[in-house]
């Protein structure tokens, strides 16, 4: 039995990839999705698709590198249903480049989308959760959560803090909010769109020759949904059976 239907959830990054798999599946089970991304066009297409399909959906545009956008989201989903059953923190952009290459900008994305924005959705929601007293936050890592490539540094250094911040956040909220870290493999996607160095693109290119698609990771979060209450998968790594990585 899937335990999604009526939640009401809001998935940053929802505009392609992860995102977007994962808001089809949970509206196609019953659940209330609020979309967020830069792309407010791709939202609106998204949302006309799952309405069509009988389903429940609104989109805001969201970049999560502003705190308010974040808050601004939180609130509507609040104020439209009446509360918020989970956040997906699943927005991240992958630079990827070699450190003496000094891409000092491209670092300092990757921290305030993958870190900072992390963190501003869970400044957002967790004042709703703790009032309600009931709630879930997903936070999408990596592999590259475990391991280090190179190439990957800072965006290894990314994951790794998403998995700090989150265990310790398990350990603080105590037993009313549930925490779930989800960790893909290679899963085709938009992220490597991101990749300015020409030689890490081609090298990414051939790592994704193995790659599983964005629904295999959507699965995977409804199952962290469906969960009991008192059932908390703190942490999942999904990946290709052929993956060595």
């Known amino acids: 039995m899937l335990n999604v239907k009526d939640k009401v959830v809001i998935i940053t990054g929802a505009s392609s990839g992860i995102g977007e798999a994962t808001a089809r599946l949970l509206a196609k089970n019953g659940a209330k999705v609020i979309l967020g991304a830069r792309r407010i066009d791709r939202l609106e297409a998204i949302v006309k698709d799952i309405h069509a399909e009988g389903g429940i959906a609104e989109c805001q545009t969201l970049d999560v590198t502003q705190r308010k956008q974040l808050e601004a989201i939180a609130k509507f989903a609040k104020d439209k249903f009446g509360h918020v059953d989970v956040l997906i923190n699943n927005a991240g952009v992958m630079p990827l480049s070699t450190l003496d290459q000094l891409n000092v900008e491209e670092w300092d994305r990757m921290i305030d989308v993958n870190i900072k924005g992390v963190l501003y959705g869970i400044a ?17 890592s990596s592999i590259a959560g ?64 193995l790659c ?34």
Request: aromatic share 6%; hydrophobic share 40%.
């Open 146 to 209: 475990h391991t280090v490539y190179p190439t990957s540094a800072v965006y290894c250094a990314t994951k790794f803090a998403v998995g700090a911040i989150s265990e310790g956040l398990r350990q603080e909220v105590g037993g009313d909010i549930r925490v779930t870290v989800i960790s893909p493999g290679v899963t085709k996607s938009e992220l490597a769109d991101t990749i300015s160095d020409e030689a890490a693109r081609k090298g990414i290119q051939e790592f994704r020759k």
């Open 212 to 245: 599983i698609p964005s629904e295999a990771i959507a699965r995977s979060i409804q199952f962290a949904i469906s969960q009991p209450d008192d059932v908390d998968v703190s942490e999942m790594i999904v990946r290709p059976t052929a993956s060595p990585y």
């Open 124 to 140: 957002a929601i967790l004042p709703v959760m703790k009032e309600q007293k009931f709630g879930q936050i997903i936070n999408l």
